[in-house]
């Protein structure tokens, strides 16, 4: 296991364009630096399980944070660099640490879990909340129902809680021919009926 301890610098960053952005956590501790790359639903995952165990169990609740180092000049060839296929996350509550445990593909085949590990003060933690809002926010805009991301502002989709209906679509007219079949239809029912 790779072991960063309490991180020196921590954040979290976006690339490409919207619709085909990846994402990734970055931290420093000394000269190492570490890049754990992660789907965005993940990191936006991470951000809410930081911002519960605060508010869970820290003692300090309510009490102003510092201001979080910047993780400086990124290396492209970071020490770490994997894709997370596992994500933990403890809180030790002497420290106030938040721990981050990954595992990367390779090491839940091999059984050596967790294969990374570091911490995060609460200063950190409270700083990687507000980031991460911020770098998920700048990509495509979410639908306010289901929270699905939208190919453009305004733009229809399927929404599981319209159940199937959308202003912004109109109801496509039936054709002459397949009018006249309808109608064809209900007089055959109602002579039926008679």
Same mark, same amino acid.
């Given at each position: 296991?790779?072991?960063?301890?309490?991180?020196?610098?921590?954040?979290?960053?976006?690339?490409?364009?919207?619709?085909?952005?990846?994402? !990734?956590?970055?931290?420093?501790?000394?000269? *190492?630096?570490?890049?754990?790359?992660?789907?965005?639903?993940? %990191?936006?995952?991470?951000?809410? *399980? +930081? *911002?519960?165990?605060?508010?869970?169990?820290? !003692?300090? !609740?309510?009490?102003?944070?510092?201001?979080?180092?910047?993780? =400086?000049?990124?290396?492209? !060839?970071?020490?770490?660099? +994997?894709?997370?296929?596992?994500?933990?996350?403890?809180?030790?509550?002497? *420290? @106030?640490?938040?721990?981050?445990?990954?595992?990367?593909?390779?090491? %839940?085949?091999?059984?050596?879990?967790?294969?990374?590990?570091?911490?995060?003060?609460?200063?950190? &933690?409270?700083?990687?909340?507000?980031?991460?809002?911020?770098?998920? &926010?700048?990509?495509?805009?979410? #639908?306010? %129902? #289901?929270?699905?991301?939208?190919?453009? &502002?305004?733009?229809?989709?399927? #929404?599981?809680?319209?159940? =199937?209906?959308?202003?912004?679509?109109?109801?496509?007219?039936?054709?002459?021919? @397949?009018?006249?079949?309808?109608?064809?239809?209900?007089?055959?029912?109602?002579?039926?009926?008679?």
């Amino acid at each position: 296991m790779i072991d960063f301890g309490l991180v020196d610098a921590v954040d979290a960053e976006a690339s490409g364009p919207p619709g085909q952005r990846t994402f !990734r956590l970055r931290a420093r501790v000394a000269d *190492s630096y570490a890049a754990l790359w992660m789907e965005k639903e993940q %990191l936006l995952a991470l951000g809410r *399980s +930081f *911002s519960q165990l605060l508010a869970e169990r820290s !003692r300090q !609740r309510g009490r102003p944070v510092g201001e979080a180092l910047p993780v =400086g000049n990124f290396p492209d !060839r970071p020490d770490v660099d +994997f894709r997370i296929a596992r994500l933990g996350l403890d809180f030790d509550a002497d *420290s @106030e640490h938040l721990i981050i445990l990954a595992d990367d593909g390779s090491a %839940l085949e091999r059984g050596d879990s967790p294969a990374f590990r570091m911490a995060l003060d609460r200063t950190q &933690a409270i700083a990687m909340i507000r980031l991460i809002e911020k770098v998920v &926010a700048a990509g495509r805009p979410l #639908c306010p %129902l #289901c929270r699905q991301a939208l190919d453009r &502002a305004g733009a229809a989709h399927f #929404c599981p809680p319209t159940n =199937g209906h959308s202003e912004e679509l109109e109801v496509p007219s039936l054709e002459e021919g @397949e009018e006249d079949e309808d109608e064809d239809a209900e007089e055959g029912e109602e002579e039926e009926e008679d």
